[in-house]
């Protein structure tokens, strides 16, 4: 199994700041299949990425990924208030793996 | 607008039952696969079930193997998932998603979620 540990745990940054996320998989992820969700308390979980760079449907060009192999990471280029979240990155190269989660809160 | 809409949760002791629903609109619900994914309060996203379009593939996480059983009706646009013998330990907030597969090169079914549910919480106490 493909075990994702995301880092930092928790992100303390301001509105405007750039907010840089890892995800790191004890073995490379086939195809780069790679997502990344966003989660705001009491709310379910948003696909952001899919294929480690793909945007979904709606989402910001503020938000993007980048990587390969066994190390991901998701871009917030400058952060918004409603950008303050849990953000979990989720393996499906090999059956499925959700990664710990980042908390990112407001600094 | 893809909606998903879950019910069904509650209360139960150990050792007890509960149907959880999910429905389904705004998209062609019977050509897609379905999954549940819970979430213990402040915790991590786990994977419990999937199915395939007709509903005739299904995939369990090993925890809930013989205890649950999801199904889904194509004609009411709607997913379940059949609780039993629930411990205390299946204690979660259970989301119904739309899942986007694929095969990964074991023949094992994969892939990412792209529409959540607002989720349904089930709590195993006595």
């Known amino acids: 199994e493909i075990v994702l540990t995301q880092s930092p745990g928790t992100l303390s940054l301001s509105p405007g700041e750039r907010a840089t996320l ?9 195809s780069n299949y790679l997502a990344w969700y966003q ?27 980048s990587g390969s192999g ?14 303050f979240a ?22 | 607008e893809v909606q998903l809409v879950e019910s069904g949760g509650g209360l139960v002791q150990p050792g007890g039952s509960l149907r959880l629903s999910c429905a389904a609109s705004g998209f062609s619900f ?21 199915i395939n379009e ?17 199904s889904r009706d194509n004609a ?10 629930l ?12 899942l986007r597969y694929w095969y990964d090169s074991s023949g094992s079914i994969s892939g990412y979620f792209d529409y959540w549910g607002q989720g349904t919480l089930v709590t195993v106490s006595s």
């Not at chain 1, 979990?88 to 499925?96: L, N």
């Not at chain 2, 007709?54 to 999801?70: A, H, L, P």
């Open chain 1, 22 to 30: 890892s995800c790191r998989a004890s073995q490379s992820v086939s």
């Open chain 1, 39 to 65: 989660q705001k308390p009491g709310q379910a979980p948003r696909l952001l990425i899919y294929g480690a760079f793909m945007r979904a449907t709606g989402i910001a060009d503020r938000f993007s990924g």
């Open chain 1, 70 to 83: 066994t190390d991901f990471t998701l871009t917030i280029s400058r952060l918004e208030p409603e950008d």
């Open chain 1, 86 to 107: 849990v953000y979990y990155c989720q393996q499906y190269g090999s059956s499925f793996t959700f990664g710990p989660g980042t908390k990112v809160d407001i600094k």
């Open chain 2, 30 to 50: 019977s050509t897609y696969w379905m999954s549940w994914v819970r979430q213990v309060p402040g915790k991590g996203l786990e994977l419990v079930a999937n």
């Open chain 2, 54 to 70: 007709d509903g005739s593939e299904k995939y369990y996480v090993d925890s809930v193997k013989g205890r649950f059983t999801i």
């Open chain 2, 76 to 85: 009411k646009q709607s997913l379940y998932l059949q609780m039993n013998k």
């Open chain 2, 87 to 98: 411990r205390v330990e299946d204690t979660s907030v259970y989301y119904c998603a739309r």
